[in-house]
């Protein structure tokens, strides 16, 4: 019973596009969400995160938009670079993170120039 | 230090045998998290280890799997008698506290059983 869900598995935008990732999740519980990066043989690292009271959070080309009515959030890379390619995980907690984090399957995400 | 680490990097037994993989969090994180991920699946939790209080263990698979967390700071997750399955990437992640915010991961053990 996979309460985060990443239903693309894989995604290819070319360099310069717009790139959006989806997540859904199944917990109403759930109020804090992240998105994490993973490149081959590294750990995954933190990417951008949104409270539950918010619908939007910007951080430079990286912006992740929270539909709670919809429990859905979408993570928006402009421009895209060729350096964003890799595996991003949507990432869910309840408790304002005060529980282990959710993880869905992960996009892969490729860039091409 | 700097960031977290694990060792081993790789890890390759034979079915049947134990093996321990370590984590050693960032000086100060007092919330450390075991993860695992299986070919083709996202992060799995196993256990979650917060302070001195009782760990969160509802994720651990089986009983043959186990974890302990000595002094604060370097933890070690054992597996007994490894079977196929177990086979995995073993992720090790710290915070400074619960609800900080990202987790600081390991670049992990990719354990194979053959």
């Known amino acids: 019973d996979q309460q985060v869900k990443q239903n693309s598995p894989s995604l290819s935008v070319q360099e310069g596009r717009i790139s959006i990732l989806n997540c859904d999740y199944t917990n109403s519980m759930f109020d804090y969400f992240l998105w994490y990066k993973k490149y081959p043989a590294e750990g995954p690292t933190f990417l951008i995160s949104?409270?539950?009271?918010?619908d939007k959070n910007e951080d430079g080309r990286f912006t992740v938009f929270l539909n709670k009515s919809a429990k859905h959030l979408s993570l928006h890379i402009v421009p895209s670079q060729p350096g964003d390619s890799a595996v991003y995980f949507c990432?869910?907690?309840?408790?304002?993170?005060?529980?282990?984090?959710?993880f869905g399957k992960g996009t892969r995400l490729s860039v091409i120039a | 230090g700097a960031g977290v680490s694990q060792s081993p990097s790789n890890k390759v037994t034979e079915k049947g045998k134990d093996v321990e993989l370590r984590c050693d969090p960032i000086?100060?994180?007092?919330?450390l998290y075991w993860y695992r991920q299986s070919l083709g699946q996202g992060l799995e939790f196993l256990i979650y280890?917060?302070?001195?209080?009782?760990?969160?263990k509802s994720g651990l698979p089986s009983d043959r799997f186990s974890a302990e967390r000595t002094g604060g700071s370097v933890s070690t997750l054992t597996i007994q008698r490894t079977q196929q399955e177990d086979s995995a990437v073993y992720l090790c992640?710290?915070?400074?506290?619960?609800?900080?915010?990202?987790?600081?991961f390991g670049s992990g053990t990719r354990l194979t059983v053959v």
């Open positions: 992640a710290s915070s400074s506290s619960p609800g900080s915010g990202g987790y600081t």
């Open positions: 949104i409270s539950s009271i918010k």
């Open positions: 000086s100060g994180h007092t919330a």
């Open positions: 990432a869910a907690s309840a408790h304002s993170g005060n529980t282990p984090l959710v």
């Open positions: 280890f917060q302070g001195n209080s009782a760990p969160d």
